[in-house]
């Protein structure tokens, strides 16, 4: 069986995220390529997030929640619309992508991909803490891809 992977065609593991994905930018998310989903996965969620806020914000900053993807999904394009995923709530108080706009410093962003055994049970517009509650006991594989992001 393959591993999941979860890949960028515009930035490599561990490299700088290009500006024009930024907030304050033109706040899209960059296209990610999806391979090696287990043949039993049943649904895909995916989280982006700044680790390196706790400092500035005095917590993790969730960029992206978006979950129930469909787990035939190989390309997760620029700009994507989602299709039939649901957005969860981001902390800039916005449903979908909200890019990285770090304060201080260079920042690294993780997306993490996750490959689950059900669809969760959420509407639109959970938080990834309800996300992440939802998926205990549920996860066949995970990637995650970093990023980094420099004021």
């Known amino acids: 069986m393959t591993e999941l992977q979860l890949t960028s ?6 490299d700088a995220i290009p500006r024009q994905y930024g907030y304050t930018e033109t ?3 960059p296209p990610l390529e999806i391979t090696g ?5 049943e649904a895909l ?5 700044d680790p ?8 993790v900053w969730d960029h992206w929640v978006v979950y129930d993807i469909d787990p ?6 620029e700009d994507w619309d989602g299709g039939n995923a649901l957005d969860g709530t981001n902390d800039y108080g916005e449903t979908g992508y909200g890019g990285p706009n770090p304060p201080d410093r260079e920042h ?4 993490r991909l996750y490959a689950l055994d059900a669809p969760v049970d959420l509407d639109a517009g959970a938080s990834k803490a309800e996300l992440e509650t939802a998926m205990d006991g549920h996860i066949l594989a995970d990637a995650t891809l ?3 992001y420099a004021p």
């Not at 065609?9 to 561990?14: C, E, L, N, S």
């Not at 989903?37 to 996965?41: F, M, Q, R």
């Not at 035939?72 to 394009?77: D, G, K, L, Q």
Request: charged share 20%; proline share 10%; net charge negative.
């Open 45 to 49: 969620a995916l989280v982006v997030d």
């Open 146 to 148: 970093e990023g980094t």
């Open 27 to 29: 706040n899209v998310n």
């Open 37 to 41: 989903v287990p043949d039993d996965a």
């Open 9 to 14: 065609p515009v930035f490599a593991d561990g």
């Open 72 to 77: 035939a999904t190989t390309t997760i394009p």
């Open 108 to 111: 690294t962003y993780r997306f």
């Open 52 to 59: 390196d806020a706790v400092e500035p914000a005095g917590k």
